[in-house]
């Protein structure tokens, strides 16, 4: 479950944006200071940070630049005042959106949902690798490891073995797999799916796996398959 950091020491701020945040599956963490809101963002790890800028002992400014200076965690800033220069000042000191009081909770929420959408996008665009028990795979250098083990994929295979591991326990058909690898102007056998699977299996069987599997659903297709410990 994800962590939203909710710090504001206006108590009927913090219990309404708590309990929408818990209504959108969110944890929710509350800090009354400035002080105790790095305190748990250090502790707590969350996923999002949403800062009042005018609280006791550290302001959500200050409170942001330290975060800045550890983490790109996505931060917005809540404020009671909307002059231009303050947006800009946040947003030049590393803040990802600025909201101004009074604001209707279901507008935070989803300014809460777009900053994880955005920084998800970015996650996955920088870092093309995929880590599931002791298989690792790795796009940008098209390698792919069992404990360390390099195996010997064709662009295909390795492009197979990608699909199917970043969706666990997902069943694939021969037609999903065909699309997305191949194309939809595909117009060779569609066994050729079977031939790299079977490919696949016979250099997957070389190292020891014992927690995952590519397994087959007779008569639907094929998946990677977290094995029960």
């Known amino acids: 479950m994800q962590k939203i950091l909710i710090a504001d020491d206006n108590d009927d701020i913090t219990e309404i944006l708590a309990n929408y945040a818990r209504k959108e599956g969110y944890e929710a963490i ?6 105790e809101a790095f305190e748990f963002f250090k502790r707590f790890n969350p996923s999002a940070v949403l800062l009042d800028v005018m609280m006791p002992k550290e302001d959500g400014y200050e409170v942001c630049r330290k975060i800045r200076a550890e983490s790109n965690v996505p931060v917005i800033l809540v404020t009671a005042r909307g002059e231009d220069f303050e947006k800009i000042m ?18 935070v929420m989803a300014r809460v949902r777009a900053v994880l959408r955005r920084m998800e996008t970015k996650d996955s665009v920088k870092a093309n690798i995929l880590r599931v028990d002791n298989l690792t795979i790795n796009l ?4 792919c490891t069992i404990d360390g083990n390099k195996l010997a994929l064709t662009k295909k295979e390795m492009e197979t073995m ?24 595909f117009y060779g056998d569609p066994r050729t799916v079977d031939s790299h699977i079977k490919r696949l299996r016979a250099k997957l069987a070389k190292f020891e796996h014992p927690n995952w ?14 094995k029960n410990k």
């Open 140 to 143: 940008d250098e098209y390698t």
């Open 90 to 107: 946040g947003l030049d000191i590393g803040a990802d959106d600025y909201i101004v009081k009074p604001f209707s909770p279901n507008e």
């Open 30 to 35: 509350v800090a009354k200071d400035g002080q």
């Open 213 to 226: 599997d590519l397994s087959t659903q007779w008569g639907v297709g094929y998946k990677f398959e977290i």
């Open 162 to 185: 990608w699909a199917l591991a970043k969706a666990p326990n997902k069943i694939f058909t021969r037609d999903d797999l065909l699309n997305s690898l191949w194309g939809y102007d």
